[in-house]
């Protein structure tokens, strides 16, 4: 698991099956909350978080690069492999990736599900 791929997969993967789960629970929820929420208002906050999450990902891989490049030119090849061993940044990466890959599954996947069901199991709208 030290690739970042692998965190990336690892994290939509249980986002989808978090997708799932609600899919199931969503059945025995009772039906006056249906209501509450419109289809449009929710992709409309997914679409900012996707958006959010994109921006904070270019952003850390920028900041995550520069470090690489001036440890490898500036510092001795022990601080470099110490900063390149380190989890925190690949993990958030992967969280931050993750994310965006889950609403792009979702905007694939889950919406022309939605609209050839009329939003019965996603959102009433």
């Known amino acids: 698991m030290r690739k970042l791929w692998t965190r990336v997969l690892i994290v939509g993967l249980l986002s989808l099956v978090a997708l799932g789960i609600a899919t199931l629970i969503e059945s025995i929820l009772p039906e006056g909350g249906n209501g509450r929420l ?13 958006n959010a999450m994109l921006a904070v990902t270019v952003f850390s891989l920028t900041v995550m690069v520069t470090v690489h ?4 030119s500036q510092f001795t090849p022990r601080a470099h492999l110490l900063i ?9 990466l992967a969280a931050f990736i993750g994310t965006y890959v889950t ?11 939605c609209l050839a069901m009329k939003r019965q199991w996603c959102c009433s709208g």
């Open 69 to 72: 490049r001036n440890t490898s």
């Open 84 to 92: 390149m061993e380190g989890s925190v940044t690949p993990n958030t």
């Open 103 to 113: 609403r792009l599954s979702q905007f694939f996947c889950v919406k022309p599900a």
């Open 38 to 50: 419109q289809g449009a208002a929710v992709d409309r906050l997914l679409q900012i978080i996707a």
